[in-house]
């Protein structure tokens, strides 16, 4: 009987457990999936009730794959494993899916899948064959199993809502990989209660007093219960209990030298071994002279099991306790054997894996094979495969630039793996070593700032990338482009305004062609650097109509719009927006999120849609920036991005502050909490500006002046531009708190701020702002002024808000008829874009002109009842995509599209896509 055999029969002191369990399969045979993790010591009982899931699943499909210990380093090898009865099936999968698949399991060859396009693929797959009846897949000794195989199954287990799919794992919580997964809920495993333990031992012939000695000595561990029964144990009141883990090896070692002896050398070259392979583990036996006869017998069966493809030791601890009784010089030679068993090209990660096993001290053969074996792991879409192996090539490669290179490229794998603690550490080792080519030196500094932005300090990252723009302008500009101008995004996250100074003075000494994308990109941000710290000169609105007319050149938008890369193209379009060129800006923007999607690049989506729903907010569309932000936030916290996460959950809080939700004080009373502990002054920002909005709205003026003036210094010398976006609400804060000469000053400010900018809606707002200050008879002309721009803008929120002021001076001058005309079209802009706080602030000023005001209900609200979710489905609707291809870009499967597109049908009380297109396109034209 094998170890544990009884024990798993039965699963006694389990029933909390097996009822969650059985929670799990009975939600999913409903079409409403989700996962979880069995963590616990060794021996407690995982396995067990994994296998007793598994023969409850009636009706289900059953995947089932176990992690070890030599493949935990091994890309997908876990994920191989469990999806290989479905493999047939990939070719009905979208085109991109079934490549992805197809070249990441060797079946094809072509350009490594990113990380999340496994995942989908993954998540599309299972979703398919679920349509014939609902999965469970079942990972044993999860801890073992390789990184992008848990972060797959993160992927999926996060949208599992809406499929008839449960994903259970075990896992040991103090061993191998992290399984604490997002979406998994945690079942811990304790020792069993005295009366399940006593009932377990019956039968072994045990005294009350043996019995209590050994739930003492095992905390009610199952299989060491059963296992240590009959031994001899330490004496009562000794000082150290044995530990548990090595006496239970001991237990093994001795059971299986008294039955097995002369298997023992085969058990260790098997155990050493890791893949299963039978003939990889015949090849390796005949090298070192052991007799491999034990394998084709039954001997072995109560320690091995065989499923076709495998060995796999029945209990991690017996494999663990055998490998063990190997001697170190024993060990080298079992692994240069199983070296040479592999063949050097389709198991080359796992031949590389065991020369750096057997290498004692530096071993340059075995390091060069573990770089190309990264080499490989990087065309399977393996980065912590490719990590682990240059990592352990560094540490065996002599003094010299070679090993400081395997760092840097390791920490590079770390990066575009999501693995940002273990890239940090990566590039302090790399520092440490020879210094490599400029080049070199300027990626490696842009990698550790780019680690330190999205899970660091956004201070730190610009510190760290400064030194080196020059010399990335002087070496190669048009490589380091993206660089460049990361650190005028970083100096502006940062709020650190010195960085415009900074970066035009390098720029200016730059000479840049007129025909290159990438010297298009670098001159529209000398042109913006130009605007942020060049003296103002007189400024009126035939000098704004003069520059609206300029903007960056023809020649630079076309080449800005023919770049290629997400991450430039989303700087560029942060660059063309600060010039005020908001066309440009929006499809650089959009166009970068499809290629980011098409491409399955989650890290840069995430990054990515903090922008879009920034540029969202500013036109209005706050159910599409709320979807946004949240579709980014999601996607930041699967690439390990938390600040990035951070800054859109701020959006979310600015959104419902605009919208005058219930939560929104709370939700951006959060953020601005974790912002600040994290030192992220843009999401600080945002956050005070909700905060700032919900006072305005509700008469607090001086709290909401408070907020408004806290994003830093907008009477500096060169003020930062967080501080200076938040002046037009400043200034009318302080208008409406009495506070006069302070508000002129901060509108002087903003004026002087943007001068050169030529954007109508900064005109708009400065417009506003000189008419909030004046004292004399011009007002009416200013706010004439902003009105004019506003239109040319497209911002109806801020145009709105100037309406409202206008209409409540007019008010005051008793200029009724007027007054009411502005008020009208506040409130009914306010209502139409869902700012329903400020549209009762707008109708209660038209009430007190004498006209009864009644909030009407809009004429075609039935997408704004819509989750983020649905409105992302919805606007792809729109866009006419079907539900494969909106499943490929939003990281869904087809099955879940279907569930939320019949709820979006209800709520719109719709039968057809046809009339959602409608919908869809009615509702752009009344936002508009």
Known sequence: ?????????????????????????????????????????????????????????????????????????????????????????????????????SVLFGRAHGTPPDPFLVGLSTLSLLSLRAGERPMLCVVDDAHWADQPTLKTLAFVARRL?????????????????????????????????????????????????????????????????????????????????????DELGRSFLARIRARHAASLPLLQLIAADGSGSVETIGRAAASLGVAADPLHRAELDELLTYDGTRLVFRHPLIRSAIYHSATVNRR????????????????????????????????????GELERSAEQAALRGGPASAMAALSRAAELTPDGPDRGRRLWSAARAAVQGGFTGAAGELLDRAEREPRPAEADRIALAALRAIVAEFAGSTQEALDLVKPWIPRALRVDRRLFTPTVAMYADLGLRANRPEAWAELAGWLAEV????????????????????????????HGPAARDRELAGGPAARDRELAGGLTDPVTMTLAGAIA???????????????????????????????????????????????????????????????????????????????????????????????????????LCDAMAHAERALGLLDLVAGRHREAARHFGAAGDWAAATPPDLAMRMVPDLVEALVRAGESDRAAAASARYERWTAHTPSPELGALAARCRALVSTGGDADEHYAEALRLHALSGSPLECARTALLLGERLRRDRRRSEAQRHLRDAAESFRRIGALA?????????????????????????????????LRITLAVGEGLTNREIAAQLFLSPRTVDYHLRKVFQKADITSRAELMRLVLAEDRRVH
């Open 1 to 101: 009987m094998g170890c544990g055999a009884f024990y798993a029969r039965r699963v006694l002191g389990r029933d909390s457990e097996i009822e969650l369990l059985g929670s799990l399969l009975r939600r999913a045979a409903e079409g409403h999936g989700g996962g979880v993790v069995l963590h616990g010591e060794p021996g407690i009982g995982k396995t067990a009730l994994l296998s007793h899931t598994e023969e409850r699943a009636t009706g289900f499909q059953v995947l089932r794959a176990v992690g070890v210990a030599p493949e935990a380093d091994l890309a997908y090898a876990t994920l191989h494993e469990l999806l290989l009865p479905l493999l047939e099936s990939v070719g009905d999968l979208p085109g991109p899916q079934a490549q992805a698949l």
């Open 511 to 538: 000479p840049l062609t007129r025909d290159d994308p990438q010297d298009a990109v670098l001159r529209l941000l000398r042109t913006l650097c130009h605007a942020r710290t060049t003296p103002a000169p007189g």
């Open 161 to 245: 809502d809406n499929e008839p799919i449960a994903v259970a794992l075990a896992a040991r919580a103090d061993e191998g990989h992290d399984t604490d997964l997002p979406h998994l809920r945690r079942i811990p495993l304790m020792g069993l209660k005295p009366d399940a333990a006593r009932t377990l031992l019956a039968g072994r012939r045990l005294t009350d007093g043996e019995q209590e000695q050994l739930l003492a000595v095992t905390g009610g561990n199952p299989l060491a219960l059963l296992e240590l029964a009959g031994r001899e144990l330490p004496p009562e009141g000794a000082q150290e209990p044995p530990a548990l883990t």
């Open 838 to 870: 400020w549209a009762d602030h707008a109708l209660g000023e038209l009430r007190a002109t004498g006209e009864q005001a009644r909030t009407r209900p809009p004429e075609a609200a039935a997408l704004s009842t819509l989750t983020p979710q649905e």
């Open 332 to 367: 080298v030679a079992i692994h240069r054997a199983l070296a040479s068993a592999f063949d050097t090209g389709t198991d080359q990660h796992r031949r590389a894996w065991h020369l750096g096993q057997a290498a004692v001290g530096q071993d340059e053969e075995a390091a």
């Open 577 to 679: 927006g600060g010039l005020g060129d908001h066309e440009l800006s929006r499809r650089l923007y959009r166009d970068a999120g499809r290629l980011a999607r098409a491409g399955g690049s989650l890290g840069a989506l995430a990054w990515n849609l903090e922008y879009q729903a920034a540029d969202e907010i500013a036109r209005g569309r706050f159910g599409l920036a709320e979807a946004h932000a949240e579709e980014g936030g999601q996607f930041a916290a699967d690439a390990s991005q938390p600040n990035t996460a951070c800054r859109n959950r701020a959006l979310l809080a600015l959104c419902a502050a605009i919208r005058g939700q219930p939560d929104a004080g709370e939700l951006a009373a959060e953020v601005l909490a974790e912002a600040s502990a994290r030192g």
